[in-house]
């Protein structure tokens, strides 16, 4: 009898299922393992209920540990990816980018935190040895789809611990149900509605700007007034003091009499295609002079 019950309960084995568990994925082994011995000594419905036990408990740590992770900009396009994928991602000085690959609720809000502080610190330690400090962090949240008030009070702390130091906390492509969150809470209105983006290319390009108006106006202008100026030799066209200071990636550089320096400065503001971002350095030199 014993020979016949051990013969029909082999044949229920499934070995080719258990070699596949193993090279794919260990956690579904170790499950289909727990499940086989508890149904083989304590019966199916011990057997199943464990089964079922810790396939919630593996849930739960998944939860509770979300993947996260540092994105870098892959050269020559407009994606950001993780670095520990694309090792060749190009990352910007004074700027962290993190990225959170799941909800953010009260199980992993401190792991959450934790994990973004760690980041900073890392960045913080590789700059150091530049002289230089992160001034921006940037929260890649597309993949989240809710959070909830642990999580906004995590937030709301972490956005008020950092502005202290002086580092902007910045969001990028919010949910439709998250912004609706950050809104009712007040924390869109800390962090600042004009430091939420629709996309994480957007947000860099607004901070690497950001820090190029604060290190053009830290310099300030060594020179005097009348060194700015230059003298009245038509061969001082377009002095540094008429240039605008700092400007990179310039629109255009036009050179004119002032009146066609107001129009052309109206027509460029008027143009659809014109943004905040773009930047106009314009040469005015008196009539007669071109």
């Known amino acids: 009898m014993a020979s016949i019950v051990i013969s029909g309960v082999l044949g229920l ?4 299922e258990a070699i596949y568990l193993w090279r794919v994925h260990k956690f579904d082994f170790g499950v289909w393992v727990v499940a086989c011995f508890g149904t083989m000594f304590l019966g199916v419905e011990f057997g199943l209920a464990i089964a079922v036990g810790v396939s919630l408990l593996l849930v739960t740590y998944e939860s509770a540990y979300p993947h996260t992770a540092v994105l870098g900009r892959l050269p020559g396009t407009t994606v950001y990816r993780n670095i520990k994928q694309y090792p060749e991602a190009e990352r910007y000085d004074g700027i962290v980018m993190v990225r959170v690959d799941a909800p953010i609720y009260f199980a ?15 960045a913080e330690a590789q700059l150091a040895e530049r002289n230089s400090t992160v001034k921006y962090i940037i929260l890649e949240l597309s993949p989240v789809s809710h959070v909830d008030t642990s999580a906004l009070h995590i937030l709301e702390d972490f956005n008020k611990t950092y502005r202290q130091r002086g580092i902007q906390l910045c969001i990028c492509n919010p949910s439709v149900n998250v912004m609706e969150k950050f809104v009712l809470s007040g924390l869109a209105d800390s962090i600042g509605r004009t ?5 994480i290319h957007d947000s860099v390009n607004w901070c690497l700007d950001e820090m190029d108006n604060v290190e053009g106006s830290s310099h300030g202008y060594a020179l005097s007034r009348e060194e700015s100026l230059g003298t009245n030799d038509s061969n001082n066209v377009g002095s540094p003091g008429d240039l605008e200071h700092g400007a990179q990636g ?3 550089v036009v050179l ?3 009146a066609d320096v107001e129009i052309d400065l109206r027509e460029s503001m008027e143009d659809k295609d014109f943004t905040y971002s773009n930047k106009i350095t314009i040469a005015s030199i008196g ?3 071109l």
């Open 108 to 122: 992993n809000t401190q792991n959450v935190r934790e994990k973004i502080a760690k980041y900073e610190q890392q």
């Open 256 to 258: 004119a009499s002032s």
């Open 287 to 289: 009539a007669g002079q």
């Open 250 to 252: 310039c629109v255009g």
């Open 195 to 199: 430091h939420i983006f629709t996309s």
């Open 13 to 16: 084995l499934d070995y080719d």
